[in-house]
């Protein structure tokens, strides 16, 4: 007969030495984990209460200004600094590391500065304002003095250009030299030219924002007064491509990822995403602001964006998602005009009325700083088990619970209510007509009045 | 390396035979890392919703082949096995032939521990099958660590010990004594006196719930959760009393078995049982439960054992010949049965149910009282009257242990560990049912249901007595007679006792009615002769 049984002789699964790590053995059988799922739900659970209770996204305030912050500039080459400018012509260049302090100032702006923007190299600064001026500045060079806390330079501006008009609004090119600014008409520059080298005119109403496309270094979407979005290719003498909406975008932003959609931020409190080919209909709408939406950024992994409203709120949408992941608010921050997402996907900036810049955290729980594997895999494996179980009433009650301050919170009531019964109005009326007479709107064309061109 | 035919202008590829069997072996190892069948997307509408489920179950089965696939690198060692040759039986090799053959570690295992003065001996084990607790009827309990063959604590209680348990580790254990039960800790110290129980007959520990299920003399099911001592459910079982006792490891759920030979299962949220079985004509002497939650073996004192299938109820077969005084599965589906000296070890042989496998008959005096497989080993505890016993059965034991569910070399920080880590797992009372993956699962909708014939009648009854309680408002000037009054409220009882449909009916034919009279007054006089009369 052949007989074998098990036998485990103790060296193999014990260790030798105290320095050697303990030995670890797997076996991914089902069998021998009963009641597997309700032990994942119950971890669920867990994960979704610890997420609340580590959610801490404010990390401070940057005080410094002493008017309204009216926009905001991210360098694209170094990480720590955010150039910032107010409505009395104040800009300055802060670092939101560790000291949270201004680092230079650039005084010169008579009047509000509307537009800040960095060339790609991180080199100059161009900012325009509604003293008529666009100012291009050289960035100083991040070195070890920054530490000194007592020391705020200031610079001279490298070139001043003047214009007939206000201007509203400014974005460098990637990978180029041109900058484009918004103000009556829209103008594209030379660094090195005073008069703007070429110029789009549109009807009578001012531009008012402008983005280059990420990807494509001649296209550029701009708004108009007038409730129009329009694409521009550079090289074509006038718009390639004209939305009418409703109500006017404040602004648009590009997703870095997918350079062909851009999502544009709109009076009405939605933001719209559109596919840039095809414009008939917008690919998502983002509905949850309940007053309009002043700004918006995507993040560098193009996953989600960021907007600051008129409502005193800041939220992080997904990007292809209806509604908002995140809120942040507090009672001292009023109306947020200007919002970016960190290059690094971890902070979001907001900049509003009440003088402050203010940092947050992209993910309200994370943990900062540098994280041991271990810790980072129980992250990962507690946020992969509470999205598995998400839909569940006992988790989801707890994982989209967020405070609202008060006026959101009724405005939000009044138009759910304004909606449902609007929907119910719609919905009878359809139920007694001839079937086929009445046509539904989808959200995604509603706002759109038509597409020019 | 793969060989191309062509065959009626076919070309095929013929995979080498001992490829195959493995891609067949690949498979079925896949199938177990699947658990269950696939959702079905079908009859989803949402394009946005399909697509990302689809993703997600194509995910699931790359999951599951990459588990198949790795399990030869993970799982360094294989299970036991006892083959005969020619003529041989297995049933007829004894303990000493094993001996033997098998090598000095595994030799170790077999022994028997001859204590004559304390009475029948129960056994338990811990998870990981290091620890075991062993109590005489007579007062003694031992706490043993299998791997060294070291008493770690003995006590002597002088009293009735009924059942002992082991709580979540060695460090706690419950026994069941002549009056009340009491928690031990590892040394020996009496940590709680557990009055509300009374007289237990049987103890269980719930690990996952950590509850502690219990059965007292007069047949009370009693679940108490030791992480803060409060009793959770105390149920009544009507149906006397018992001392047959076991909890179902796929689902928590515990199987009582009654002296009419039915066997109840039981949840502690219900005072009902969830199922009642009729398993043998005369009483149940025995319960035990295949690890994965679909068999259950029963024995009665007609000498029969039968195994049933859990899922549909139904038994799927008897063995006839000897009735088992305990019953009990291993890791590997063997069952192992003991009666009065004679022990005898079932193997599932594939498609064929259990049959025989091993025996070993004892010496006359000793009684068997309780037969349990050691978890991850090829060993069987045997506790008689005389003390208690080991033996080997090859391939009863699970060869590979997980660290991180059950680790037999664990060291006292990992237990430290592994004790936080289970209580922050720990499941509500709740989560026990019958089919425990439907947690997390959708809940068919239910349309509202029409309201039964009772119901119905029911609901008529309270409007007529509504009808009948009514006050009539008294009128005034001259309009209050007896009669009018008196015929108004019959008339408001007959509507109540009146279905809806009859109801209707009254109204509608009345409206027509009236439409019919009005009809007939349009038409001039000299045809008024000819109008409908209905």
């Given at each position: 007969?052949?007989?074998?049984t098990?036998?485990?002789?103790?060296?193999?699964?014990?260790?030798e030495r105290?320095?050697?790590?303990q030995r670890v053995f797997?076996?991914?059988?089902?069998?021998?984990?009963?009641m597997?799922?309700a032990?994942?739900?119950?971890?669920?659970l867990?994960a979704?209460?610890?997420?609340?209770?580590f959610?801490?996204?404010?990390?401070?305030?940057?005080?410094?200004?002493?008017?309204?912050?009216?926009c905001?500039?991210?360098?694209p080459?170094?990480l720590?600094?955010?150039?910032?400018?107010?409505?009395?012509?104040?800009?300055r260049?802060?670092?939101?590391?560790?000291?949270?302090?201004?680092?230079?100032?650039?005084?010169?702006?008579?009047?509000?500065?509307?537009?800040?923007?960095?060339?790609?190299?991180?080199?100059?600064?161009?900012?325009?304002?509604?003293?008529?001026?666009?100012?291009?500045?050289?960035?100083?060079?991040p070195s070890?003095?920054?530490?000194d806390?007592?020391?705020?330079?200031?610079?001279e501006?490298?070139?001043?250009?003047?214009?007939?008009?206000?201007?509203l609004a400014?974005?460098?090119q990637?990978?180029?030299?041109?900058?484009?600014?918004?103000?009556?008409?829209?103008?594209?520059?030379?660094h090195?030219r005073?008069?703007?080298?070429?110029?789009?005119?549109s009807?009578?109403?001012?531009v008012?924002s402008?983005?280059?496309?990420?990807?494509?270094?001649?296209?550029?979407a701009?708004?108009?007064?007038d409730?129009?979005?329009?694409?521009?290719?550079?090289?074509?003498?006038?718009?390639?491509?004209?939305?009418l909406?409703?109500?006017?975008?404040?602004?648009?932003?590009?997703?870095p990822?997918?350079?062909?959609?851009?999502?544009?931020?709109?009076?009405?409190?939605?933001c719209?995403?559109?596919d840039?080919?095809?414009?008939?209909?917008?690919?998502?709408?983002h509905?949850?602001?309940?007053?309009a939406?002043?700004?918006?950024?995507?993040?560098p992994?193009?996953?989600?964006?960021?907007?600051?409203?008129?409502?005193r709120?800041?939220?992080?949408?997904?990007?292809n998602?209806?509604?908002s992941r995140?809120?942040?608010?507090?009672?001292?921050?009023q109306?947020?005009?200007?919002?970016?997402?960190?290059?690094?996907?971890?902070?979001?900036?907001?900049?509003?009325?009440?003088?402050?810049?203010?940092?947050?955290?992209?993910?309200?729980?994370?943990?900062?700083?540098?994280?041991?594997?271990?810790?980072?895999?129980?992250h990962e494996?507690?946020e992969?088990?509470?999205n598995r179980?998400?839909?569940?009433?006992?988790?989801?009650r707890?994982?989209?619970?967020?405070?609202?301050?008060?006026?959101?919170?009724?405005?939000?009531?009044?138009?759910?209510?304004m909606?449902?019964?609007?929907?119910?109005?719609?919905?009878?009326?359809k139920?007694?007509?001839?079937p086929?007479?009445?046509?539904?709107?989808?959200h995604r064309?509603?706002?759109?009045?038509?597409?020019?061109? | 390396?793969?060989?191309?035919?062509?065959?009626?202008?076919?070309?095929?590829?013929v995979?080498p035979?001992?490829?195959?069997?493995?891609d067949?072996?690949?498979?079925a190892?896949?199938?177990?890392?699947?658990?269950?069948?696939?959702?079905?997307?079908e009859?989803?509408?949402?394009k946005?919703?399909?697509?990302?489920?689809?993703?997600?179950?194509?995910?699931?089965?790359?999951?599951?082949?990459?588990?198949?696939?790795?399990?030869?690198?993970l799982?360094?060692a294989?299970?036991?096995y006892l083959?005969?040759?020619?003529?041989?039986?297995?049933?007829?090799?004894?303990?000493?032939?094993?001996?033997k053959?098998v090598?000095l570690?595994?030799?170790?295992n077999?022994?028997d521990?001859?204590?004559p003065?304390?009475?029948?001996?129960?056994l338990?084990?811990?998870?990981?099958?290091?620890h075991?607790?062993?109590?005489?009827?007579?007062?003694?309990?031992?706490?043993?660590?299998?791997m060294n063959?070291?008493?770690?604590?003995?006590?002597?209680?002088?009293?009735t010990?009924?059942?002992?348990a082991?709580?979540?580790?060695?460090?706690?254990?419950?026994a069941?004594?002549?009056?009340?039960?009491?928690?031990?800790?590892?040394?020996?110290?009496?940590?709680?006196?557990l009055?509300?129980?009374?007289?237990?007959?049987?103890l269980?520990?719930?690990?996952?719930?950590?509850l502690?299920?219990?059965?007292?003399?007069?047949?009370?099911l009693?679940?108490?959760?030791?992480?803060?001592?409060?009793?959770?459910?105390?149920?009544?079982?009507?149906?006397?009393?018992?001392?047959?006792?076991?909890?179902?490891?796929?689902n928590?759920?515990?199987?009582?078995?009654?002296?009419g030979?039915?066997?109840?299962?039981?949840?502690?949220?219900?005072q009902?049982?969830?199922?009642?079985m009729q398993?043998?004509?005369?009483?149940v002497?025995?319960?035990?439960?295949?690890p994965?939650?679909?068999?259950?073996?029963?024995?009665?004192?007609?000498?029969?054992?039968?195994?049933?299938?859990?899922?549909k109820?139904?038994?799927?077969?008897?063995?006839h010949?000897?009735?088992?005084?305990?019953l009990?599965?291993?890791?590997?589906?063997?069952?192992a049965?003991?009666?009065g000296s004679?022990?005898?070890?079932?193997?599932?042989?594939?498609?064929?149910?259990?049959?025989?496998y091993?025996?070993?008959?004892?010496?006359?005096g000793?009684?068997?009282?309780?037969?349990?497989?050691?978890?991850?080993?090829?060993?069987?505890g045997?506790?008689?009257?005389?003390?208690?016993?080991?033996?080997?059965?090859?391939?009863?034991?699970?060869?590979?242990?997980?660290?991180?569910?059950?680790n037999?070399?664990?060291?006292?920080?990992?237990?430290r560990?592994?004790?936080?880590?289970l209580?922050?797992?720990k499941?509500?009372?709740?989560?026990?049912?019958?089919?425990?993956?439907?947690?997390?699962a959708?809940?068919?909708?239910?349309?509202?249901?029409?309201p039964?014939?009772?119901?119905?009648?029911?609901?008529?009854?309270?409007?007529?007595e509504a009808?009948?309680?009514?006050?009539?408002?008294?009128?005034?000037?001259?309009r209050?007679?007896?009669s009018?009054?008196?015929?108004?409220?019959?008339?408001l009882?007959?509507?109540?006792?009146?279905?809806?449909?009859?109801?209707?009916?009254?109204?509608?034919?009345?409206?027509?009615?009236?439409?019919?009279?009005?009809?007939?007054?349009?038409?001039?006089?000299?045809l008024?002769?000819?109008?409908?009369?209905?």
């Amino acid at each position: 007969m052949r007989i074998k049984t098990i036998s485990r002789s103790v060296d193999e699964f014990t260790r030798e030495r105290s320095q050697d790590l303990q030995r670890v053995f797997h076996n991914f059988d089902p069998s021998l984990r009963p009641m597997e799922k309700a032990v994942e739900y119950q971890r669920a659970l867990t994960a979704a209460k610890l997420e609340k209770i580590f959610a801490r996204p404010f990390v401070g305030a940057m005080d410094g200004h002493r008017d309204g912050i009216s926009c905001m500039a991210k360098n694209p080459n170094y990480l720590k600094g955010i150039f910032s400018a107010s409505m009395d012509g104040d800009i300055r260049l802060w670092d939101i590391a560790t000291s949270r302090r201004t680092v230079c100032q650039f005084p010169g702006h008579l009047g509000a500065v509307r537009g800040l923007t960095v060339s790609t190299d991180g080199n100059v600064l161009v900012s325009c304002g509604t003293d008529c001026n666009v100012r291009l500045w050289s960035v100083p060079r991040p070195s070890l003095e920054d530490s000194d806390l007592s020391s705020e330079k200031s610079t001279e501006p490298s070139a001043v250009y003047t214009c007939k008009n206000a201007l509203l609004a400014v974005d460098h090119q990637f990978e180029g030299d041109l900058f484009a600014t918004a103000g009556a008409q829209l103008d594209i520059w030379n660094h090195n030219r005073s008069q703007p080298v070429q110029s789009f005119t549109s009807g009578s109403h001012s531009v008012i924002s402008v983005r280059f496309n990420p990807g494509e270094p001649d296209i550029l979407a701009t708004s108009s007064g007038d409730n129009h979005i329009s694409i521009y290719d550079i090289r074509m003498s006038s718009a390639a491509r004209k939305i009418l909406m409703r109500t006017k975008t404040n602004s648009i932003a590009w997703n870095p990822m997918e350079p062909m959609n851009f999502t544009a931020a709109n009076e009405d409190g939605n933001c719209y995403s559109f596919d840039g080919r095809k414009n008939e209909e917008a690919k998502c709408v983002h509905k949850d602001h309940v007053s309009a939406v002043m700004d918006i950024d995507f993040s560098p992994t193009g996953r989600e964006f960021v907007t600051g409203s008129y409502d005193r709120s800041v939220r992080i949408f997904p990007y292809n998602g209806g509604h908002s992941r995140e809120i942040y608010h507090t009672k001292r921050m009023q109306r947020v005009f200007c919002v970016k997402y960190s290059s690094d996907a971890t902070y979001v900036i907001s900049g509003s009325d009440d003088t402050n810049l203010r940092l947050w955290k992209a993910k309200a729980s994370e943990q900062l700083g540098v994280i041991l594997p271990r810790e980072q895999k129980k992250h990962e494996y507690n946020e992969a088990v509470k999205n598995r179980y998400k839909h569940l009433p006992e988790i989801k009650r707890i994982v989209r619970h967020r405070h609202l301050p008060k006026p959101i919170y009724k405005a939000k009531a009044e138009s759910r209510a304004m909606n449902d019964a609007k929907r119910r109005k719609d919905d009878r009326r359809k139920a007694h007509s001839a079937p086929g007479t009445v046509v539904t709107e989808s959200h995604r064309t509603r706002r759109i009045i038509k597409e020019v061109e | 390396m793969e060989v191309a035919l062509e065959d009626n202008n076919l070309m095929e590829k013929v995979l080498p035979p001992d490829e195959q069997e493995i891609d067949v072996e690949l498979e079925a190892k896949e199938k177990k890392y699947l658990r269950g069948e696939g959702a079905n997307l079908e009859s989803l509408k949402d394009k946005k919703l399909k697509t990302q489920l689809a993703s997600r179950e194509k995910l699931y089965g790359k999951s599951a082949k990459a588990a198949a696939k790795i399990e030869k690198w993970l799982l360094p060692a294989s299970a036991g096995y006892l083959e005969t040759e020619g003529l041989e039986k297995t049933w007829r090799i004894k303990q000493t032939d094993i001996a033997k053959e098998v090598d000095l570690l595994s030799s170790r295992n077999q022994y028997d521990i001859v204590l004559p003065d304390f009475g029948p001996y129960k056994l338990d084990f811990t998870a990981s099958g290091r620890h075991m607790l062993a109590g005489g009827r007579k007062g003694h309990l031992a706490l043993v660590d299998m791997m060294n063959m070291n008493l770690i604590k003995e006590i002597h209680v002088r009293e009735t010990v009924r059942d002992v348990a082991f709580l979540h580790n060695d460090q706690f254990f419950a026994a069941a004594q002549k009056k009340y039960s009491y928690i031990y800790a590892r040394d020996g110290t009496e940590l709680h006196c557990l009055k509300e129980r009374g007289p237990v007959a049987r103890l269980r520990f719930l690990k996952n719930h950590f509850l502690l299920a219990s059965v007292n003399k007069i047949g009370q099911l009693h679940y108490q959760d030791v992480t803060y001592g409060d009793m959770v459910a105390s149920i009544r079982t009507g149906k006397g009393r018992t001392d047959v006792m076991e909890v179902n490891p796929y689902n928590g759920v515990v199987a009582l078995g009654h002296s009419g030979g039915t066997v109840t299962m039981w949840k502690p949220t219900s005072q009902a049982p969830l199922v009642q079985m009729q398993c043998h004509p005369g009483p149940v002497s025995a319960v035990a439960f295949h690890p994965n939650g679909h068999l259950m073996a029963t024995s009665g004192k007609e000498r029969k054992v039968k195994i049933w299938d859990l899922r549909k109820f139904e038994e799927v077969q008897t063995i006839h010949g000897f009735h088992a005084k305990t019953l009990s599965f291993s890791q590997k589906g063997l069952l192992a049965a003991g009666t009065g000296s004679f022990v005898q070890v079932l193997g599932d042989s594939s498609g064929g149910g259990h049959s025989r496998y091993m025996s070993h008959p004892m010496v006359k005096g000793y009684q068997v009282e309780k037969v349990m497989f050691r978890p991850y080993e090829d060993v069987l505890g045997i506790g008689h009257s005389m003390g208690w016993s080991s033996v080997l059965i090859p391939g009863s034991g699970e060869p590979n242990f997980d660290s991180w569910v059950a680790n037999p070399f664990e060291t006292s920080k990992q237990r430290r560990e592994k004790e936080v880590h289970l209580l922050l797992d720990k499941l509500p009372p709740e989560t026990i049912m019958l089919d425990p993956s439907k947690i997390g699962a959708m809940r068919p909708s239910r349309r509202k249901e029409k309201p039964t014939r009772g119901e119905i009648e029911a609901e008529k009854e309270v409007a007529i007595e509504a009808a009948k309680s009514v006050e009539m408002k008294k009128k005034t000037k001259g309009r209050n007679k007896p009669s009018k009054r008196t015929k108004k409220k019959k008339e408001l009882v007959e509507n109540a006792k009146k279905t809806f449909p009859e109801l209707e009916e009254k109204n509608i034919a009345g409206k027509k009615r009236r439409i019919g009279e009005d009809a007939a007054a349009e038409l001039p006089t000299s045809l008024k002769r000819f109008a409908r009369k209905n």
